[in-house]
């Protein structure tokens, strides 16, 4: 069997205020993009996995797959398979690539088995995987709150969009990212901002982790200006970066150098 796990863009990013439990309380709408894994589980004599596709920096073991796998043996029976993944979500990019795989894991695992587990329940399981993966259970645009795990759905189409995403090679942890960051409470929430023409949401639609991660590298800065030069409707960071990405209304041709580009029409 055989998925493809996709990625998302963070529709803007509101830093609201640090919790007492050092964790921040934020607002960002999660929106699922064309940018796609491929995930792939077989019968086998023992578990294995292979990766394949873009090198990851973390050791196999470490891998939100096999961490997804083992979190649905625990509580279900699975004979031995070989799990095959073929990256091409850039990691530390801020575009969920880790979490759409350890979800996906689950939805195969729960079809391959025959559970029939609720969506409600898988994305209890997902949670135990990281914040932004139960977004992927049900993969549809969410406005999202809390430390970025509790979800609310939204209306809202980007269709026909063109979306251009530049990744740098710069790599910014999420720990450095709210470094730099100042907690302020918005004066319009991103449920009403989101809601406005895209044309009208460069000047209101604000990714807070911006100003610190653009001060300290100025080529994330520049992309986002490249974008925009290149007739952008729209251009902003993803989460926590360094991934860059841009809506336009007509094809354009993106040349950005030591970098990582790709292009797709939104659906």
Known sequence: MIC???AKINLGLHVVEKRGDGYHNLETVFYPIPLKDALEIVPAS????????LALDSHPEDNLVLKALNLFRYNHDIPPLSVFLKKAIPF???????????????KLLNEYTSQNLSDEELEKMAVELGADCPFFIRNSPVMASGIG?????????????I????????????KEAYALVKPAKPLLSLREIV????KEWKNSLKNAFEPG????YPVIAGIKEYLYACEAVYAAMSGSGSAVFGLFEKDVHLSFPDCYLWKGILK
């Not at 979800?151 to 189409?157: G, K, P, R, T, W």
């Open 213 to 216: 991660i653009f001060q300290k």
């Open 195 to 198: 809601q406005m023409p895209v």
């Open 149 to 161: 795990n509790i979800f609310e759905s939204i209306a809202l189409s980007l269709q026909g969009y």
């Open 163 to 174: 979306l251009c995403i530049i990744k740098p090679n710069h790599f910014v942890s999420t």
């Open 46 to 53: 023992e578990f294995s996995f292979t990766q394949a596709g």
């Open 4 to 6: 493809f796990p996709n």
């Open 92 to 106: 530390g990019a801020g575009l969920g690539g880790g979490s759409a795989d350890a979800a996906f894991m689950l």
